[in-house]
């Protein structure tokens, strides 16, 4: 919830603003106090009485809306919220954040603040992908502005791609997080979910069923909990949840060298289905038929087993290191080897058999293995799961 949470809404100049509206209706529902600041670009959009009707708030447009007596100066403004929020960020505001301008009240708002700001980026597919954009974002994420989306999907312009502003339950989502201040406050997690893509040429690729559901609703649980979460995903079907450090990897070897950079942590969740092969002899050009009828050998070679290295580290070893282990057959007795074999503190185990439905389906039935022995939990939905094990985190790092 976000009882009496002051919201500062920067809302930029794009076809996403429209959503804007919804935002604050949502954001209200949860308690909130949004106070929107549109820009100029922003009233071609949406006007300032339909965000201020469903803000109930004064609506700011203007610098110099602010130098009346009876009004808050552009700094009281911006410091009186407990979170600045930009939705949608325009590859303009990106830009001028990224560079520290400030020529009108949105721009100035946002460098006289000292608190928490995000960013719900939106815009064409290819402004998002245009580098100037990415590295205006990378400036922004070492700035400390956290960012929500943009998501991949249709575009108001008919094209497809990633740009399209996170949906208003997302950022909300995403604006909880930043605000939470759970028993996790100040803790680092790492989490690795969905499969990894190994390569076999540029358009080939060996992969796995994981659907991401189980990594992101843990990531999301441990956020809930105030936990600054570092999200190192392969290429999953369920996208990542909001108010997370999301660090999309393709490979078995790079979801490593992501978990590496993001030590320290005070824990590691390791969600992830790691291929255990990567192709050895993969071709740097398409494979193609060469007449002979006869196909080409692949050849493979092991990659590193991730969630060892990381529990087996001399210095700089999380505190709690937790491994997954997907079974169908005798689930107790291979996790509690593999929690031996792997050095990690617990294992959470599940049957993952075609006839239980879980690998892709919303519930799970799980196995806790730590050194106290194995306690098997009630099938449950996947949220649940990641609620009970995000609690038992926070009592362990406690
Ligand atoms: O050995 P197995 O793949 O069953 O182990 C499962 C656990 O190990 C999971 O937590 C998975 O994320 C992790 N793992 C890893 N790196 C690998 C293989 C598995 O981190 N290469």
Known sequence: MLDGKRILLIVGG?????????????????????????????????TPLSASALAAHKVYRDLFDLTDEAEMGHI???????????????????????SGLADDLASTLLMATDKRVLIAPAMNLRMWLHPAVQRNLALLKGDGVLIAGPNEGE????????????EPPEIVAAVEAALAEGPLKGRHVIVTSGPTHEPIDPVRYIANRSSGAQGAALARALTGLGADVTFVTGPAEVPPPGGVRVIRVETAQQMLEAVEAALPADAAVFAAAVADWRVA????????????????????????????????????????????????????VNATAKRARKGCDWIVANDVSPATGIMGGDENAVTLITAAGAEQWPRMGKDQVANRLAQLISKALA
């Open 14 to 46: 794009g076809i996403a603003a429209f959503k804007a509206l919804d935002l604050i209706r949502r954001l209200r529902e949860r308690g909130a106090v949004v106070t929107p600041v549109l820009t100029r670009a922003a009233e071609e959009f949406v």
């Open 76 to 98: 009281e403004l911006s410091r009186a919220a407990d979170l600045v929020l930009v939705a949608p960020a325009t590859a303009d505001l990106m830009g001028k954040m990224a």
């Open 155 to 166: 575009m108001a312009c008919g094209e497809y791609g990633p740009g399209r502003m996170a």
């Open 281 to 332: 002899n993969a071709a740097e050009r398409k494979m193609k038929k060469d007449g002979s009828g006869r196909p080409p050998t692949l050849e493979f070679s092991e990659n590193p087993d991730i969630l060892a290295r990381v529990s087996q580290l001399d210095e700089g070893r999380p505190c709690l290191v937790i491994g997954f282990a997907a079974e169908t057959d005798d689930l107790v």
